[in-house]
């Protein structure tokens, strides 16, 4: 809709602009940039964080720096739809995680997500760094990430049934024997 209703664009950054001009140049700058499937903060303890699909599961890693060792390196996410509605979210913390076996200074945060199945689409990802008691920075839909094939299914549109396969199943039974003679 941009590229047939605008002919100028701005790209900002955080707030900040950091391109102008030509609507089709800026939306193709904005489209290698935001699907790249990495993000670089700007300044704080969190590096680079990545996201990746491998087939039926979601990777996401989060390199870290921090001034002082941390005995708990609370890397935390949540993805959400192209509308920016949550999905879900996780960090090591809500999952019980208390510390690691020895504090970390720098590292590599990695989550593995066996759920939940995501149906094909694009979709946000907000993360947040600190030490299970205080945030240090986070960055609301600072990626934006493509689904391919997780579901395996033939699929509806996201608009009709939701972003996220249900775990269901469904079985058939025969109508009793007495409800076949009332028919």
């Known amino acids: 809709?941009?590229?047939?209703?605008?002919?100028?664009?701005?790209?900002?950054?955080?707030?900040?602009?950091?391109?102008?001009?030509?609507?089709a140049r800026v939306v193709s700058k904005y489209a290698s940039?935001?699907?790249?499937?990495?993000f670089h903060p700007p300044s704080g303890p969190l590096k680079r964080v990545k996201i990746w699909q491998?087939?039926?599961r979601i990777h996401v890693d989060a390199d870290?720096?921090?001034?002082?060792?941390?005995?708990l390196p609370n890397f935390g996410f949540v993805i959400s739809d192209i509308m920016g509605v949550p999905i879900c979210g996780a960090n090591p913390f809500i999952f019980g995680m208390e510390r690691t076996p020895i504090p970390l200074q720098?590292?590599?945060?990695?989550a593995e997500l066996?759920?939940?199945?995501?149906?094909?689409?694009?979709?946000?990802?907000?993360?947040?760094?600190?030490?299970?008691?205080?945030?240090?920075?986070?960055?609301?839909?600072?990626l934006t990430f493509d689904i391919s094939g997780m579901a395996g299914k033939?699929?509806?549109?996201?608009?009709?049934?939701?972003?996220?396969?249900?775990?269901?199943s469904f079985a058939f039974y025969p109508p009793p024997p007495n409800a076949i003679e009332e028919l």
């Open 154 to 168: 033939r699929q509806l549109p996201t608009s009709i049934v939701g972003p996220v396969e249900p775990g269901c």
């Open 54 to 56: 491998q087939g039926a």
């Open 114 to 142: 066996t759920d939940p199945i995501l149906f094909d689409g694009q979709y946000h990802l907000s993360v947040w760094f600190g030490d299970g008691h205080q945030d240090f920075v986070s960055y609301p839909s600072c």
């Open 106 to 110: 720098r590292g590599t945060v990695h």
């Open 33 to 38: 940039v935001a699907h790249t499937g990495e």
């Open 1 to 23: 809709a941009v590229l047939t209703l605008c002919n100028r664009a701005v790209f900002l950054t955080r707030g900040e602009i950091t391109d102008q001009g030509p609507v």
């Open 64 to 71: 870290f720096e921090h001034t002082a060792p941390l005995r």
